[in-house]
């Protein structure tokens, strides 16, 4: 790829240059979050696609066999890593360990056990179809990141911003739907959104990401709506996704889908014992969702509202039917009078991840050489996604 090229495809980011940042993201991580926080960090591959780096902030128990969110040691670390794609209808979200991705050292491999892994498992969604109608893969008309929440500029080649409070990112197709993507660094944060048609958590956890859809409704029919649910592992990823169930929640209204925790934490080199402990290692902290032997991986509620009233659509009027890895979802057209748009959010769940954790005070003495690197890497992706 020419270096024409690839200053054109820079030059797609939907933003204004902020003031560049003068301390590496181990620095503000070190000096800025306390345990329990999200540092969030975003690029633009291009004016539809948006990378969201997110780093859970915490500290790791005196015993060191373990990695706890907690105040009570010094040890302040990186205990979860996830990484966010958003990109036109698809929406994915994967679990990384962040030893191996931030160390310097390019052999170390932290806690991946299967050859070639560099993720615990990647969730895509995609919302492939609205009301019997493929939507269309040559992008939305619109697309909006929340320029305004920029702390800094990390990395300006490489169209990289650090984000102080939140990122909310917004992409539109027009007759289809329209999402709101969201992250916040803490629940502070989120509930100062004051986000109005989302499922009610007490917290947001660690790197979940909460997604609030506007549908289009159909005013000659039943509206509906297919969402495919795919999950990516290093290894048995046809096994993983063909173990995928469909459940509504006892106690709470929503319908979920599962993955069985014996099939999953093999399919990424884990013990079942390992993954059903992770809320130790910060991801999920406090989390207690999940139903025996299972891992649930995206929440969606039952409820849908309309915009222009807003009143909730009666429940008799939804259905859900799942199967070959698709979410069918209608919404009977006596339950849509007057309406048309319906707010709807499903909310992803980070999968499984086991590390113990990356000391924030590493690296420190060389962040300009950390800069550079990361610089370069991302650079060289983009320049691979071009020529693929």
Not at 48 to 67: E, I, L, M, Q
Not at 216 to 245: F, H, K, Y
Not at 363 to 375: E, P, Y
Request: one cysteine or more; glycine letters at 8%.
């Amino acid at each position: 790829m020419s270096a024409l090229s690839l200053i054109t495809l820079l030059s797609l980011a939907p933003w204004a240059a902020a003031a560049p940042c003068t301390r590496s993201t181990l620095e503000m991580l070190s000096a800025d979050y306390t345990p329990g926080e999200k540092g969030l960090e975003v690029y633009s591959e291009n004016a539809y696609t948006h990378h969201v780096s997110c780093y859970v902030v915490g500290t790791r128990d005196t015993s060191g066999a373990n990695a706890t969110v907690t105040a009570n040691d010094t040890a302040s670390m990186v205990l979860a890593l996830g990484r966010i794609e958003l990109q036109r209808q698809f929406v994915g979200i994967a679990s990384h360990d962040p030893v191996a991705e931030l160390s310097d050292d390019d052999a170390e491999r932290g806690s991946y056990t299967v050859p070639g892994q560099h993720h615990f498992g990647v969730i895509k969604l995609n919302l492939g179809e609205v009301n019997g109608h493929v939507v269309p893969e040559e992008g939305p008309t619109t697309t909006d990141l929340n320029a305004e929440n920029a702390l800094c500029d990390t990395d300006t080649e490489s169209v990289q911003r650090w984000q102080e409070k939140k990122v909310k990112i917004q992409s539109e197709y027009p007759g289809y739907f329209k999402f709101t993507a969201y992250m916040f660094r803490n629940d502070k944060e989120w509930a100062a959104e004051g986000l109005q048609h989302t499922m009610t958590l007490s917290t947001m956890g660690g790197c979940r990401l909460e997604i609030v859809y506007e549908i289009t409704v159909n005013t000659a029919g039943d509206t509906s709506l297919r969402m495919q649910v795919i999950v990516e592992t290093p290894r048995n990823e046809n096994g993983v996704n063909a173990a995928l169930t469909m459940g509504e929640d006892s106690d709470a209204n929503s319908v979920s889908i599962y993955a069985p925790i014996d099939v999953l934490s093999d399919a990424v080199g884990m013990t079942e014992n390992e993954y059903a402990e992770d809320g130790t290692r910060g991801s999920m902290v406090g989390d207690t969702s999940d139903v025996a032997g299972k891992r649930k991986l995206v929440e969606m509620s039952l409820t849908f509202v309309c915009k222009e009233t807003g009143l909730e659509v009666d429940s008799s009027h939804v259905s859900f039917t799942w199967g070959d890895d698709t979410l069918q979802v209608t919404i009977a057209q006596a339950g849509t009078g007057g309406c048309n748009t319906l707010y709807w959010d499903p909310l992803v769940r980070p999968l499984a991840s086991k590390s113990e954790g990356y000391p924030l005070n590493s690296g420190l003495d060389s962040a300009a050489t950390t800069c550079v690197t990361r610089a370069l890497s991302i650079l060289s992706l983009l320049a691979a996604l071009v020529v693929s």
